[in-house]
């Protein structure tokens, strides 16, 4: 059986992914023409979907992923997003599903996990809702984005009894400067210009996703109940309170690249997801490991107690009787006292494993708490790569003593670039000067 912190690291990753599949799937619909498909998507209110995903590897703090997940996404312009996810236990049996709600009105994530029943939430800032909601709440702008993307047509095929039209890309584009490896195939209906069937595979570093997105049902009736989370009173808090999302700007930033030079003398080679992952993995471990609790002493024999111990006794002749009745109570006398002190073990034991655990939930809320300044650089840069205002970063070869050399840079207008030097000032300057800069970085 997985430990209380095993379960919650799983289901913690598999949210992450999950988010990350909704995010990405707004190149849904790159379809027959792009017009055409995105007129009658932007006249759904509401939709919902299916997914099933499978998820290998390496994920948040070097935990060990083979996680299926299964779950519905409900979406509304007017509430927000709805996700059941469900994780089959490998050794039988069905956990109850866990719910994760995206709600613009309330500037929040909430995610429920009755595995462990715990909940969590994120606060996000105006920037980061306004940016989820376009991406995930309206097709239009997921159905623009797919025009960045370089693209080529599967044919026609027939999917649930209808004609469709495929599509493919693997265009690294799609992941917005996450970075990784994508291979992407949808389908849409030839007849009503909507999405049918989206199939992903997508490697991030260690981490292996694949994806089925399927059973579309558009214009589905929705109200605001479906979008309102109730937190049991029994549930605790899984990270000890609410976990406030940066702002995706300039400051914040700055602010995590500070962060990461402190906290381990150098800048992260990419500013990606893998790279925040694996800086969590390092964080996690820097300390000397929680120890292990003590193993219980072996189970002793309890054939003293049963009928058939009496029995044969008392079959003996009676002069023998006695002295093995006598013998035989002062062996359950002398099993009574290991029973006891194995009893006393247990109890040491299982306290030694809840101090056990309670470190470990202890040094992952830290190790969260620790990057989270550093998650908002990773979003801003996705950001700015989603923005078109061509970043580029070069912590691979800048690290912080390099004071006169380009670490981060972006567009601003078509005669600016922004610039984040390496000891993190910042400065305005012409694309010339910024070539010549770059020109001198280290190879």
Not at 5 to 16: F, Q, T
Not at 226 to 235: E, G, L, Q, T
Not at 289 to 318: G, Q, Y
Not at 413 to 426: A, F, K, M, P, T
């Amino acid at each position: 059986m997985k430990s209380p912190l095993a379960k919650l690291a799983v289901a913690a990753a598999a949210v992450i992914v999950c988010v990350v599949g909704v995010l990405l799937w707004r190149t849904t619909g790159s379809g027959i023409a792009l017009a055409d498909v995105l007129a009658q998507v932007q006249q759904s209110t509401a939709y919902m979907y299916q997914m099933t995903m499978t998820v290998t590897g390496k994920g948040v703090a070097d935990q060990d992923m083979n996680q299926n997940i299964e779950g519905t996404v409900l979406m509304a312009k007017d509430y927000g997003m709805k996700m059941t996810m469900g994780m089959p236990d490998p050794n039988g049996g069905e956990a109850e599903p866990m719910e994760m709600y995206m709600l613009p009105g309330e500037k929040a994530m909430i995610t429920l996990v009755p595995a462990t029943k715990q909940y969590m939430r994120v606060e996000l800032d105006d920037t980061l809702i306004e940016k989820t909601r376009q991406q995930n709440y309206d097709p239009g702008a997921m159905l623009k984005q797919i025009l960045d993307c370089k693209y080529e047509s599967l044919g026609r095929s027939i999917i649930d009894g209808a004609e469709v039209e495929g599509f493919q890309t693997t265009d690294p584009n799609y992941l917005a400067g996450m970075g990784g490896q994508v291979d992407v195939k949808i389908w849409v209906d030839v007849k009503t210009q909507l999405p049918v069937r989206e199939e992903m595979d997508m490697q991030m570093g260690d981490m292996q996703m694949h994806s089925v997105v399927h059973s579309f049902q558009w214009d589905y009736p929705v109200d605001a109940d479906a979008f309102k989370p109730v937190i049991p009173a029994d549930y605790t808090d899984l990270l000890g309170g609410p976990i406030k999302m940066p702002a995706m700007n300039e400051r914040s930033a700055i602010a995590g690249l500070k962060l990461c030079a402190d906290l381990t003398g150098q800048y992260p080679e990419k500013l990606d997801f893998t790279a925040l992952t694996a800086l969590m993995s390092k964080l996690e471990y820097k300390d000397a490991p929680a120890p292990e609790p003590p193993e219980l002493p072996a189970e002793e024999d309890t054939e003293l107690f049963e009928k058939e111990s009496f029995k044969k006794i008392m079959e003996l002749p009676r002069e023998e009787r006695a002295k093995k009745m006598d013998e035989h109570l002062k062996k359950m006398e002398e099993l009574m006292k290991k029973i006891e002190e194995r009893s006393k073990t247990r109890q040491e034991q299982v306290k030694a494993m809840e101090e056990h655990v309670e470190a470990m939930e202890e040094r992952v809320k830290k190790t969260i708490d620790k990057v989270m300044p550093i998650q908002g650089t990773v979003t801003f840069y996705m950001m700015l790569a989603e923005e078109k205002k061509d970043p580029a970063y070069y912590g691979n070869v800048v690290t912080p003593q390099d004071a006169d050399k380009v670490l981060l840079r972006w567009k601003i207008s078509d005669s600016e670039y922004r610039v984040i030097y390496g000891d993190l000032h910042v400065e305005t300057i012409s694309p010339e000067k910024l070539a010549e800069l770059e020109e001198a970085l280290p190879k």
